[in-house]
């Protein structure tokens, strides 16, 4: 039986877990983890039965132990208590399913204590991909994409050892993405997109936060960032590819010129049973890909004019340090209260900008620099926006 923890368990991502493992008899949900998400949580409790669950904030803790009385379950509350959640001895694999940089210190956890990592928390390798990728060396775990982009790569280069007789086998990995609900459009038009615009990706269905950042194309930027250390390439290696058919979910071009892709249907159930079963596959059900309905597969270079926050996360990238947590924190910042009506579309890119303009450099920074790093950009923002 493998025992699974699912950090972030009522989101998106999360979900999608739960029913990856109710479809698989040898899989247990041992751990599961959420913000504040009380009425749902409740009902995972009661289907999956769990060991232990954190609910990150104390209030919603104590509501969720009153509801789950008559049920043996351990519930624990705050940082604390995810690290507790992600460490818990039974488990075997951890989903990192949270969103933002309050997954990196769990993440860690989990990794010390010898789990193996299913990450779909890119923020812990954008910010902290320097004291990660280390980590999952030393104790020896397995570091496993969930992102559907990073997974294609994954998946593309199966069979292939990343160092060849002459040097690196990898000469680019090509990393695609829809362009999202507003390809095509100039900054002029896209001056009073409104949230429940930016929410109607045309392809997937995911997140609120994650949805907008597909929109801006600053999620791919952040999947640049993540591509880099979890392939143990160059920036420059890294080309971004518009594909709006969502059919090729990523492809590693090799120093020979071939290049391998993984194709597919936009299913993100696929990406995250194959990370909880590597090395095997198992029967998912849900359409194929039928490419005489297809018909034809386009390609377009990326907007860098028009979608600058693509531009940008090359930028710090290369510039490394705490710049990459800070393009990620003043996106969190910025997207956050867009989506509360109070922050027009085109100041997230603005309120990146000016929060690498305004925040200090940190060469190589630790996580309590990270962190230290997210609370001054979160000041900088609170007072630049009052």
Not at 62 to 68: D, I, P
Not at 134 to 141: D, F, H
Request: with cysteine; glycine share 8%; charged share 20%.
């Amino acid at each position: 039986m493998k025992k699974i923890a699912i950090l972030g368990s009522t989101g998106s991502i999360g979900t999608q877990s739960l029913e990856v493992i109710r479809s698989q008899p040898d899989m247990e949900a041992t751990v599961l983890a959420a913000g504040s998400n009380v009425e749902l949580l409740e009902k995972q409790i009661r289907e999956f039965h769990p060991k232990l669950v954190c609910v990150y904030k104390e209030d919603a803790a104590k509501l969720l132990k009153q509801a789950v009385a008559d049920l043996d379950v351990t519930i624990v509350s705050g940082m604390d208590g995810l690290i507790e959640a992600a460490a818990f001895p039974e488990t075997q694999i951890v989903v990192t399913a949270v969103v933002g940089m309050i997954g990196i210190r769990p993440t860690i956890a989990a990794i010390k204590a010898g789990k193996d990592i299913a990450l779909a928390n890119k923020e812990t390798l954008v910010t902290a991909g320097h004291l990660i990728i280390p980590m999952i060396k030393q104790y020896g775990v397995r570091l496993l994409p969930v992102d559907s982009e990073h997974s294609a790569i994954f998946q593309s280069l199966m069979g292939s050892s990343p160092e060849g007789s002459t040097g690196h086998k990898i000469d680019k990995i090509l990393l695609t993405a829809s362009g999202g609900p507003f390809r095509g459009w100039t900054k002029e038009q896209m001056k009073n997109i409104r949230p429940e615009d930016a929410l109607k990706h045309p392809n997937w269905v995911m997140g609120r936060k994650i949805t907008i950042d597909s929109s801006t194309m600053v999620n791919k930027g952040l999947e640049v960032m993540e591509a880099k250390w979890l392939f143990g390439v160059e920036y420059d290696q890294v080309q971004v590819v518009i594909q709006p058919q969502s059919v090729i979910h990523s492809m590693v071009q090799f120093e020979d010129g071939a290049i391998i892709a993984q194709l597919g249907t936009p299913d993100m159930k696929l990406p995250i049973q194959l990370a909880l079963t590597y090395p095997d596959r198992r029967y998912l059900p849900g359409k194929r890909l039928d490419f005489a309905e297809l018909g034809s597969i386009s390609f377009f270079a990326p907007d860098f004019e028009n979608f600058p926050g693509l531009a940008l996360a090359y930028k710090v990238g290369k510039e490394g340090g705490n710049r990459p947590t800070i393009y990620n924190a003043a996106n969190e910042f910025a997207v956050s209260r867009f989506l509360d009506h109070k922050l027009s579309y085109p100041g997230i890119i603005e309120a990146i900008e000016a929060s690498l303009d305004h925040v200090g450099f940190v060469q190589n920074p630790n996580v309590d620099n990270i962190l230290e790093t997210e609370a001054a950009v979160y000041e900088f923002l609170q007072s630049a926006l009052a």
